[in-house]
């Protein structure tokens, strides 16, 4: 009798953490708001024109090398967001209906990216701009499966000594300092991508959305999707059209804590865990010692 | 002799040609007025004569013009009525009559090998005679690439030492104003410029005037829209060259080569030069690539600039080698077969104790 | 019981012709690696930044480490669940184990873009209490060091009957101490997995959309938890009956029967939750024929086919049978934690992946050290049960 509840007891510390799991995922609160001095661009695609002044701008302002891959090896002509290309138009085209999108680091406001980063290379630093801390790094790339908009890339290419950078947008951050602001918004010949606090983007967004209901599509990418982000877009096509996932209102990094957070709860389980194995396995070795002296 | 009017309008039109405006051309009418047209000797060693015939085209204005009006040319050989003793003397007394303020043009490489015994004139090698003459000179300007790099005398293997004449003349500005041809009016330019304010033009770090020799060939190339969209012609006659895409691909040298020759054409034919008329850019004003690098290799852009397509949304990327595939297919093929081989075997192994054969492993 | 109660060094010539292939495999990792670290992970890796992680963490780390589970899985049988006729196959499962886990690590090293960063885990005030990923890589460094105090013992041992005194009076000297702190180590050996083990499927819980539905779920951490003990038992049971036919040695029958038994009941216990969490978020209807739901189907046979058949495995059931039913499960597991982890991610339409032939050699030169370090230590060092000889029996 003593046995099985003892195996019972077992048995329920062993699993019960992890079966709890799915018992309680609405239990807590895990939503994070946005840092109070949040900033970040509103680019609008309608009023892109795809002069890439903004990609031009921001490889100067970042002194990212040219990414000569593509056909001929002639042009700076990055395919995609890579490690020498923080910024990106990209052009979507289906029948007469066609839309450019910059593409960039979104600055989520609760980032996966932050959330999978062991030491804290990767945070939200002044106005929640997401950046990169290269002595806390370890190269893991976990930030690169947690991002659902795949922007950190990784020096796959030796430069040099090999010591691999993540690069990403960091929203100039070294111009803001100086009082500039970010390199892509300077130079933008119609006022596609601009500047602003977080709040500010969101209003001139609404703004623009009602003063023209029939062009734009009706949300803002960016005020709920994926826990919210600091760069919004404005688009006249359906927004997974441009690449930007559909991703629901709770960020992956909030789900995470809620699961962990339910099995690691100020780190009880695992202590009581340990301290009830410990017992069971020292009764149990003393035991069999005793058998083993019987027989 | 012509009126002042006429004059003004010549002056304007040099002016022009350089891309200065109107108050220039009044300064150039003020200078000559005053009498202060510059003397020129213009020197020729190992060269073709290419220079000069290209400065005999020009129009705007007109050689004879430019040296009757517009400077003084004291001594050039192929112009001059003079020859023999009569040359060499008026070479000398102009030097002594202008000294510390004329200009002396040098065109052609001079040879160096065997204390350069392979180019003399009147006895005197070319060195001497070019380090007698710049002496004294208030400018120096070196036209054509053989003077400025070397050019043709001095290609591989160079079999009388010719050499730039910036290197005989260590320690001196020397104006580097290259080109197989070198294009006229820059050599107009410096000249007025040098007539008129007694000053040289700003130079880059190879001694070419920068007004001239600032940005690339590529930068202002005609052809350039072919570039961006990726266009290219693959060899001479075919579709796309005869369509007049860019040249790259055949050789042009035009994104590493820093010269004006695609908004200043030559001998005021508009278009002429050589991608106007469906050759590649050979280099000729860039040290170390014409005459250097074979005329239709090709080379690498300096700072490459987008094109003018755009990636879309989704573009595939990463690779899955067919090889590998099959290496993982094979791994997996024999960790299964040897499995179940082992499995079989293992019906052949006593349950207990007993065993005490070998081992194989 | 014809099974001998005592273990003993297998013995036997060490530089034998299956070593040598294994060396000559070692080496040919070796090299790749030294590139790697002069030429940039690009030069030899078809990874990308799509697939990051690409086949290095979720084959030498996600799926090599729960098949080196079967330390952890035997633990909780014999110590805390108390079944001593496992003892025969413990050191087997730990010294498994343990060299399972540090050539996962050693990978690991290879496979982070800047691993001289990494001692900075030391310092907890630098870390991110909400990163998986520090827990799963705090846990297994822990459990890697505990996994060889639980080895020191065999080794002790094997020390003990050394003909070198100084090894004896060490292994004389330190026994008592180790004996008195085991009950401690092997519970912190347990605690350890059971943490890292869950993470490891928490991991993908980031990735969100990122990863096929039908593999992403709340209850990953316990599918992953079921699967490493699943994969452990086979990998054992494996292990065991390999080393039974390598050196001709008697099979231990009755412990691996039973614990393909205890197999199989967790096998039903890992398809009813993986069952029941895509019936809860409605996915069970959105299996068909794709390759998708082929995947899903595939994992599922693999794993229910054998642990069907397990339930009426008795003692005088075939070894063959025994091993293609461990073989299975194993794969059915592998294939759980290969899909959440590699294949069932999604980053993006355009984005392509395979391992490179250079990158195979990683694993595999890795792979081969582990099973050089498990013929080596078996060979010289007290892990299986002893041949009873002919006679002694009767």
């Known amino acids: 009798m003593v046995r099985i509840s003892r195996r019972t007891a077992i048995k329920s510390a062993l699993f019960g953490g992890a079966v709890a799991v799915g018992a309680t995922t609405a239990s807590a609160t895990e939503s994070v708001e946005p840092p109070a001095d949040a900033r970040g661009l509103l680019y609008d695609a309608t009023l892109c024109i795809g002069c890439k002044a903004c990609v031009t701008a921001c490889k100067d302002a970042n002194g990212l090398p040219a990414d ?71 190269g893991c790339r976990y930030c690169q499966i947690a991002c659902p908009y795949n922007i950190p890339k990784f020096e796959w290419e030796m430069a040099g000594f090999y010591n691999p950078k993540i690069v990403k947008c960091e929203l100039c951050r070294h111009r803001l300092a100086e009082g500039r602001d970010p390199a892509c918004t300077e130079v933008c010949p119609r006022h596609a991508v601009i500047y602003g606090t977080r709040e500010e983007l969101l209003k001139e967004a609404h703004r623009r959305i009602a003063a023209n ?12 999707d994926g826990g919210g982000t ?66 | 002799m012509q009126s002042r009017r ?34 020129v000797l213009w020197l020729q060693f190992q060269e073709c004569t290419g220079c000069t015939e290209s400065l005999l085209r020009t129009s705007h204005p007109a050689i004879d013009d430019l040296i009757l009006d517009l400077i003084s040319l004291d001594y050039h050989e192929t112009l001059f009525a003079a020859a023999g003793h009569q040359a060499e003397a008026a070479l000398k007394s102009a030097m002594r009559d202008n000294a510390g303020k004329y200009i002396c043009i040098v065109e052609g490489a001079i040879p160096t090998k065997e204390n350069g015994i392979y180019c003399m004139i009147g006895g005197r090698t070319a060195i001497e005679i070019v380090n007698d003459v710049a002496a004294h000179a208030g400018a120096i300007i070196a036209i054509g690439s053989c003077a400025s790099w070397g050019g043709v005398p001095s290609a591989d293997p160079n079999p009388t030492g010719a050499s730039p004449a910036h290197d005989i003349l260590k320690g001196k500005t020397v104006v580097n104003i290259p080109g197989c041809p070198a294009n006229p009016y820059n050599l107009l330019g410096t000249v007025l410029q040098y007539a008129t304010y007694g000053t040289l033009p700003a130079l880059d770090a190879e001694g070419r005037p920068k007004f001239a020799y600032g940005q690339t060939v590529h930068e202002h190339c005609p052809r350039r829209a072919h570039f961006d969209a990726g266009r290219f012609a693959e060899k001479y006659g075919d579709e796309a060259h005869r369509n007049g895409y860019c040249l790259y691909k055949i050789g042009c040298k035009g994104p590493v080569t820093y010269a004006n020759c695609s908004v200043q054409h030559f001998g005021d034919v508009d278009g002429a030069w050589p991608i106007g008329i469906g050759h590649p850019c050979f280099g000729c004003t860039e040290k170390g690539v014409g005459f250097t690098i074979p005329m239709h290799q090709t080379v690498d852009i300096i700072r490459p600039t987008g094109p003018s397509t755009y990636p879309p949304i989704v573009q595939p990327q990463g690779t899955v080698s067919p090889i590998a595939t099959g290496v993982a297919g094979l791994i997996v093929g024999g960790l299964a077969g040897a499995g179940y081989m082992a499995s079989k075997k293992l019906n052949t192994l006593p349950t207990d104790a007993s065993g005490t054969e070998k081992p194989e492993v | 019981m014809s099974r001998s109660e005592t273990l003993e060094p297998v013995g036997g010539p060490l530089w034998t012709r299956p070593m040598q292939v294994l060396t000559a495999l070692f080496l040919a990792g070796i090299a790749v690696t030294l590139y790697r670290f002069v030429m940039g992970i690009g030069a030899i890796a078809n990874l990308n930044d799509g697939y990051a992680w690409g086949a290095w963490k979720p084959i030498s780390v996600i799926v090599f480490t729960s098949m080196a589970s079967g330390g952890y899985a035997t633990a909780l049988l014999l110590y805390v669940f108390n079944r001593r006729k496992y003892a025969a196959v413990s ?31 030391v310092n907890p005030g630098w870390w991110n209490f909400h990163s998986v990923l520090l827990e799963v890589a705090v846990c297994i460094s822990t459990y890697i060091i505990f996994l060889w105090l639980e080895m020191a013992h065999p080794l002790l041992e094997g020390a003990g009957q050394s003909g070198q005194w100084s090894f004896r009076e060490l292994a004389r000297r330190l026994t008592p101490a180790l004996d008195s702190a085991y009950p401690f180590i092997v519970a912190m050996a347990i605690v350890l997995p059971t943490m890292h083990q869950s993470s490891l499927g928490s991991l993908f819980l980031l990735a969100g959309v990122r990863v096929h539905p039908f593999w992403q779920t709340p209850l990953v951490p316990l599918l992953f938890l079921f699967s490493c003990y699943v994969m452990g038992y086979a990998f054992v049971v494996l292990t065991s009956l390999l080393s039974s036919l390598a050196w001709r040695r008697p099979l231990e029958m009755e412990a691996l029967t039973s614990l393909s038994r205890v197999m199989s009941s967790i096998v039903a216990a890992f398809v009813l939750v993986r069952l029941g969490d895509l019936a809860w978020r409605g996915q069970l209807t959105r299996l068909s024929v794709d390759g998708w739901s082929l995947l899903f189907y595939a994992e599922l046979l693999l794993l229910a086919v054998p642990a069907v058949l397990s339930f009426g495995l008795d003692r005088h059931a075939s070894p ?49 050290l582990a099973v050089m370090g498990y013929i080596a230590i078996v060979k010289r060092f007290p892990i299986l049960p002893g041949v009873r000889h002919a006679g002694a029996h009767a």
């Open chain 3, 320 to 368: 063959q049978k025994l091993f293609l039913l461990a073989a299975s499960t194993l794969l059915g597991g592998s294939l759980y934690r290969l899909d959440t982890s590699l294949v069932a991610f999604m980053p993006g339409a355009q984005w392509r992946y395979f391992p490179s032939v250079l990158e195979m050699l990683v694993t595999i030169g890795f792979a081969a």
């Open chain 1, 213 to 224: 209901p029939t062009l734009y599509q009706p949300n803002v990418y960016g005020e709920h």
């Open chain 1, 68 to 138: 000569t891959a593509g056909p001929h090896g002639l042009w700076d002509r990055p395919d995609d967001l890579n490690a020498k290309t923080k910024n990106i138009i990209k052009l979507y085209r289906s029948g007469d209906t066609t839309s450019f999108v910059k593409r960039q680091c979104m600055h989520c406001v609760d980032p996966a990216c932050v959330g999978a980063c062991m030491m804290g290379a990767l945070k939200k630093r002044e106005y929640g701009i997401v950046s990169w801390d290269g002595s806390k790094c370890v």
């Open chain 1, 230 to 295: 600091q760069v919004l877009y404005l688009s006249h096509v359906p927004f997974d059209k441009l690449g930007l996932p559909a991703l629901g209102g709770e960020s992956a990094a909030a789900t995470t804590r809620k699961v962990q957070g339910t099995i690691y709860k100020g780190f009880v389980a695992p202590v009581a865990l340990y301290g009830v194995l410990a017992t069971i396995v020292s009764r149990n070795q003393r035991r069999a010692g005793e058998e083993g002296e019987r027989s």
């Open chain 3, 91 to 121: 050191r087997t499962a730990i010294l498994t184990s343990a060299l399972g886990y540090t050539t996962g690590v050693i990978v690991l090293g290879i496979d982070i873009g800047r691993p001289w960063n990494f001692w900075r885990i």
């Open chain 2, 6 to 39: 006429d004059f003004v309008r010549l002056c304007t039109m040099a002016a022009a040609a350089i891309g200065l405006g109107p108050a220039a051309a009044e300064q150039f009418v003020q200078a000559a007025e005053k009498g202060r047209k510059p003397s």
